[in-house]
């Protein structure tokens, strides 16, 4: 955290099968980070989302759209395909403002 910017990264720490589950896990991973630095999913500003299959992006809104919750708490976001550890299928860098 810096002048009141929380910076966090997660990913799943269970390393769970499939894309659904790691997504849930590493949201669930990321509300812990943000609350735990006195914010929280609306204090998000930015998000980045990696992805190892970025065709795998359908299934991943799925649970990012429940997670994230009404519209207007929505935080610029960009998803992208990359090269990920082994196993892992998702990792998600934000930047949120202390709330």
Do not use: H
Request: proline share 4%; glycine share 10%; hydrophobic share 40%.
């Amino acid at each position: 955290m810096s002048d009141g910017i929380v910076y966090a990264v997660a990913t799943d720490p269970q390393g769970s099968d499939g894309i659904l589950a790691q997504t849930q896990n590493a949201l669930d991973e990321l509300n812990r980070i943000l609350e735990k630095a006195g914010s929280g999913r609306v204090g998000l500003l930015q998000a980045t989302v990696y992805l190892s299959d970025v065709k795998q992006k359908p299934e991943m809104d799925t649970i990012w759209i429940d997670w994230i919750g009404p519209e207007e708490n929505w935080p610029q976001r960009a998803c992208i395909g990359v090269d990920l550890d082994e196993g892992c299928l998702i990792e998600i860098v934000v930047t949120a403002k202390v709330i």
